[in-house]
């Protein structure tokens, strides 16, 4: 069945370290997504990708990084900068590229949890 | 910028009873309005997607509606069942491929 496979599901990570949690899809879809989801707040855009070798920031994107080589791959790293990491991160996909992709279903994968010791 | 509003934020309803989910958004100008179902430490179910030249969608117990001119959308979920009890949330989508904005979710319990 096609999907989204975000890895690892839980994630400890002691402070100064870098994390990078894996997302993979294999729907063929162009746009990619990484949301932060916090207790109690929507869900916050950190990058996204509308085709390989290019992505944009989102509204929150300071100590985060992003790459998009493959297709079906768009690992988010979690870098040292970024103050308060612990959050349920989620990645996202849906077909088509720049404007035409707003009319698609947006599927996601089961969420990864990033907690700082 | 666009700003999506869900209330109640929590909301708890006897099994058996039909029941309506409110998402109100600031700018009308949208592509799609969607409705996800989140279960507790999982990621987002995709429900239903309501195109902005469309009036509802209905997949089920769940009707979905879409009234641009007011900036509203409502869930309408029928016969309740314990097993509907999570959070939904609703997201409006503008022009381009990252203007997609969602609500804070109304966490919805059903009780046997």
């Known amino acids: 069945d096609g999907g989204i496979t975000q890895s690892p599901k839980y994630l400890f990570r002691k402070e100064g370290q870098n994390v990078t949690l894996s997302c993979e899809q294999n729907l063929n879809h162009d746009a990619m997504y990484w949301y932060r989801q916090d207790p109690g707040q929507g869900l916050r855009l950190i990058y996204y990708s509308q085709i390989v070798n290019d992505f944009q920031k989102g509204d929150i994107a300071e100590g985060y990084s992003v790459s998009r080589e493959k297709k079906e791959s768009f690992p988010l790293t979690v870098t040292s900068a970024q103050k308060n990491p612990t959050a349920f991160y989620l990645c996202?996909?849906?077909w088509g590229q720049g404007a035409t992709s707003g009319a698609n279903v947006l599927t996601f994968g089961a969420g990864s949890r990033l907690t700082v010791l | 910028k666009q700003e999506v509003t869900q209330i109640p934020a929590a909301l708890s309803v006897p099994e058996g009873e039909n029941l309506v989910l409110n998402c109100s958004f600031t700018d009308s100008a949208i592509y799609n309005l969607q409705w996800f179902r989140q279960d507790p430490g999982k990621g987002l179910t995709s429900l239903l997607l309501?195109?902005?030249?469309?009036r509802e969608q209905t997949s089920g117990r769940l009707n979905a509606s879409l009234d641009k001119s007011s900036g509203r959308s409502t869930l309408y979920i029928a016969a309740s069942q314990p097993g509907d009890s999570a959070t939904y949330l609703c997201a409006a989508t503008g022009g381009g491929a990252n203007n997609l904005f969602f609500g804070t979710g109304t966490r919805l319990t059903v009780i046997p």
């Open positions: 996202a996909s849906r």
């Open positions: 309501i195109q902005s030249s469309q």
